[in-house]
């Protein structure tokens, strides 16, 4: 009775065809990765054309769309993903739920808005939905991040955006690095958060 995993054969399918392979997935079935695909394909068809002023305008105004595009395709996955997880949460429930009572040989009556938990189930949830969702939208802004400071490293890199002198002498980029830097390590992460809070640890 169990419906087959079609997620992790898309998945497979999707990486047997490649970055490009994205481009001729329906819009509907576009995730985030689909959209870094794009952005790689669209990056490497644009270093290609060369260094022209004109194709640097024409690839900000593409990582725009493609961030447009990313958080449209994250907000419907995401709602797909709570969905799919609320699913399975109320599977294993009502398997749970059967083997109790085939054990104990009686009816199991719940109120409404009530849930059996076994503690003692190494299955059984261990984050809310809110938590998940929130873990699942800062990976993805920071791959989003990630994915722009890549693009704006090979630039320089490749001589397409000239390196800045800043007022006090220092390049730009070594100021934003700083400030990256540090941001970075005074910020605590959603995701560092609940594993030191379900580790039992204080941050």
Do not use: H
Not at 5 to 14: A, D, K, T, V, Y
Not at 31 to 54: C, K, N
Not at 168 to 192: C, F, H, P, W, Y
């Amino acid at each position: 009775m169990e419906e087959p995993p079609l997620r992790e054969e898309e998945e497979e399918e999707g990486d047997e065809a490649g970055p490009e392979g994205a481009l001729g997935k329906s819009p509907f079935q576009l995730t985030a990765e689909d959209v870094y695909d794009i952005s790689y394909v669209m990056g490497r068809e644009l270093m290609a054309l060369g260094s022209d002023p004109r194709v640097t305008q024409l690839q900000f105004k593409i990582v725009r769309v493609l961030e447009m595009l990313e958080t449209l395709v994250n907000e419907g996955s995401l709602t797909v993903e709570e969905l799919r997880m609320e699913r399975d949460n109320l599977r294993k429930e009502v398997e749970g739920l059967r083997r109790e009572s085939s054990a104990a040989g009686r009816e199991v009556n719940l109120g409404p808005d009530k849930m059996v938990v076994d503690l003692t189930d190494p299955n059984r949830p261990r984050f809310t939905l809110q938590e998940l969702r929130d873990v699942l939208q800062e990976r993805n802004k920071l791959k989003s991040q990630l994915l722009v400071v890549q693009e704006e490293l090979q630039c320089y890199k490749s001589g397409l955006i000239p390196a800045r002198e800043g007022p006090g002498g220092r390049r730009e980029k070594d100021a934003l690095v700083t400030r990256a830097s540090n941001a970075s390590s005074n910020k605590e992460t959603m995701i560092r958060k609940l594993f030191f809070f379900r580790s039992g640890k204080q941050t």
